[in-house]
């Protein structure tokens, strides 16, 4: 990759919020769509793209050359093929995270919806601590390449490169979620109607522990967001300078 291309890249790393989340699914058995198409590649310890357990990902993405780059974002982001793909993906929106989780369940409404969601779980990962192992870009930015994409089709979207792991990252099984977080019937948050009192409150810190002390105060403003517009504004007021 050329010192040009590698410059851009640098820039659109820059765009990559504190944290970011993932829903994926390990269990092969259970009538859900198993994340990366290959069971092992995600696990409470590790996400691992495909091309990484294959044993031929490269150490960092400036290795690519911008061709092949482009190549394997657009494959990845598309579908088209997990044969290669040196990337997991992630977003910075914890509701659209947990609605995704819920939708791996092919039937949320069934008598063992509970245990399915046991298998799916939700990761968050400290970008910051993850800084000089694993490059991130956000796909709306990656725009800015000669080849053309899908990036404005994946505005949530954001391409980690490589194997995270380690203390930056973390993940439980969405069953851990509370019913006032996520809804195992539906797709939804609560309504904005619902109050937003120290329940609520409460409920967002003892989930947010299970995170550990690393992830616990991000994880409890991630789940204020999720439970109501009162939620959604204290998020807006504390993201700007308790997650930068």
């Known amino acids: 990759m050329d010192s040009e291309t590698k ?7 820059k765009c990559t ?9 390990n269990n092969p058995d259970i009538g859900v769509r198993l994340s990366g198409g290959h069971q092992g590649l995600n696990t409470p310890s590790a996400i691992t793209p495909i091309a990484f357990a294959a044993g031929h990902g490269h150490s960092c993405a400036d290795e690519l050359t911008q061709e092949q780059f482009g190549n394997m974002a657009t494959s990845h982001l598309t579908a088209c093929s997990y044969s290669e793909t040196e990337f997991s993906s992630w977003a910075a929106s914890p509701s ?12 949320p409404s069934r008598s063992n919806a509970h245990g399915i ?41 954001y391409l980690a490169h490589g194997v995270i792991t380690g203390p930056g990252h973390r993940a439980l099984p969405l069953a851990s979620f509370s019913p006032t977080f996520c809804n195992i019937g539906g797709y939804t948050c609560l309504p904005d109607t619902v109050p937003f009192d120290d329940s609520v409150v409460n409920a967002a810190r003892a989930l947010a522990r299970k ?9 409890t403003l991630a789940c204020l967001s999720m439970a109501g517009e009162r939620g959604k504004h204290v998020m807006r007021e504390l993201e700007e300078g308790l997650l930068c």
Request: contains cysteine; glycine residues 6%; hydrophobic residues 35%.
């Open 96 to 107: 659209f995270v947990v609605d995704y989780g819920q939708r791996l369940v092919e039937d």
């Open 7 to 13: 410059a851009r890249l640098e820039q659109v790393r």
């Open 17 to 25: 919020p504190r944290y970011l989340f993932r829903a994926w699914n």
């Open 211 to 219: 995170y550990g002390s690393t992830f616990e105060l991000p994880m």
């Open 117 to 157: 969601l046991g298998n799916v779980h939700i990761s968050i990962i400290d970008t910051h601590q993850l800084w000089e192992t694993n490059q991130i870009f956000y796909v709306p930015k990656l725009d800015c390449f000669e080849y053309s994409g899908p990036w404005e089709v994946c505005p949530e979207e």
